[in-house]
């Protein structure tokens, strides 16, 4: 009899730990919303250009009900944007994680022949009879790229090349291109390097219709991410929803993936 009382002592501790843990989730989850929100009411708020900018490039913590929130404001133009960026751009991107010159070269030819509207092959690039002859049909799609993961199909990316790059790839920068300081850390050594290409300076001028990301995370006691989230937001001139989510997602694999990926010595992904 003993042994079936704590056989059932051991079944509901097990139990009760699921169902704390998963009351720890949902409480996250709301902690980390409620800290997105107001870090797009606050953006909202700036009175000017300058005060914009501010917010947009700062972060700080944010207390949702007993919950501290690090939370922290990036351009999306911080990035390189898939559909935009031209070949000199992505050369240099693509040599600063890893790639080979002439890799890199053929790569950024193959990506602008995804994008373009013509089956002209570009130097070292790919169209229609080249993915063929490696058994892709219908590709490339001679349109712009609709989400970053499609990378991993343009001919010749390597995994380990495509989860380097991943997190600092976007499709949200409207045009847009963010101070040299504000970029991301690879593609600001990228674009400094004797060889990099350049990105000019918009930022002082950011629009109101730029798209940002927020970043939330709840770390535990020795300081390390529990819970991590990033949304990416639009302003608009709207009065009913003046805030537009583009894309959400866990913080955490793809920048673990990246840092694994990425040569040694680079600044890391994260701040």
Known sequence: MSLIAAGVMAIVRQDLLVVRREA???AADGAM???????????LEATDQAALVQVATSGTDIIVGSVTVRT??????AKLDLNLADEEQFTAVLR????????????????????DPDDEVRNGGAEREQYAAQGHQDMPPNRPFLDVSELQAVT???????????????????GLRA??????????EAFQSPTGATMGSVSAALPRRAALAIETRIADGDGTDRYARQWIIRLTD??????EILDRRDLGPI????????????SPVRP
């Open 24 to 26: 720890e989730r949902l």
């Open 33 to 43: 919303e409620g800290a997105m929100w107001t870090a797009a009411s606050r953006l």
């Open 72 to 77: 922290r404001v990036r351009l999306e133009s």
């Open 96 to 115: 600063a994680a890893g790639a080979g010159d002439g890799q890199a070269k053929a790569l950024a030819a193959a990506i602008a022949d995804w994008r």
């Open 156 to 174: 010749g990316m390597p995994p380990q090349l495509y989860a380097c790059l991943r997190p600092y790839l976007t499709l949200y920068t409207d």
């Open 179 to 188: 101070d040299a300081a504000d970029l991301m850390p690879m593609l600001r």
């Open 238 to 243: 709207r009065r009913v929803r003046p805030i």
């Open 255 to 266: 920048e673990t993936a990246a840092e694994a990926a990425c040569p040694p010595g680079l």
